[in-house]
């Protein structure tokens, strides 16, 4: 089965969709993160848990922004897709995400707005925002995290 061709992935402050046209709306698009080191170490019994945590949307929904707009075509009926947040200097997967798009015409576009939780940043560096079918990836968004001077 041939997988969906990605057309647009973008992350943003909000995504909206205009009620009488129907058209998203996509506001404050970035790929630029900060990242300030932690004043104060963690205790061994504070330390987050190693390795990703799979997320259902309504999870995310509960947690905030940053919104992913995503524009797909080629979709073939009920489709599963993960939205995968990897740092890049050691592959390794921080979130996953992962959700359905349908369509019974693969000459539309499908688009999907997915609320996304605040993104972890262990250290400066690049991440991408991946789209994956079938554990085959679609297309991805780098994902720059910069130090911020301490104030």
Sequence with gaps: MPKPVLQALLLADHVYQDKDTGKKVISGTFNQLGFSKSKAPLKDAEQPPTGPRRLSPGEVSRMGNPTAFISLTDVRGPTDLQLRYVDLADNGVLLVIGF????????????????????????????????????????????????????
């Design 100 to 151: 359905q798009v349908s369509s019974d015409d693969p000459l539309k576009t499908v688009e999907a707005i997915l609320p996304v939780p605040p993104l972890p940043t262990p250290h400066p560096g690049v991440y991408a925002l991946e789209l994956h079918c079938h554990d085959e990836p679609l297309g991805a968004l780098r994902i720059t995290v910069v130090e911020m001077p301490h104030s």
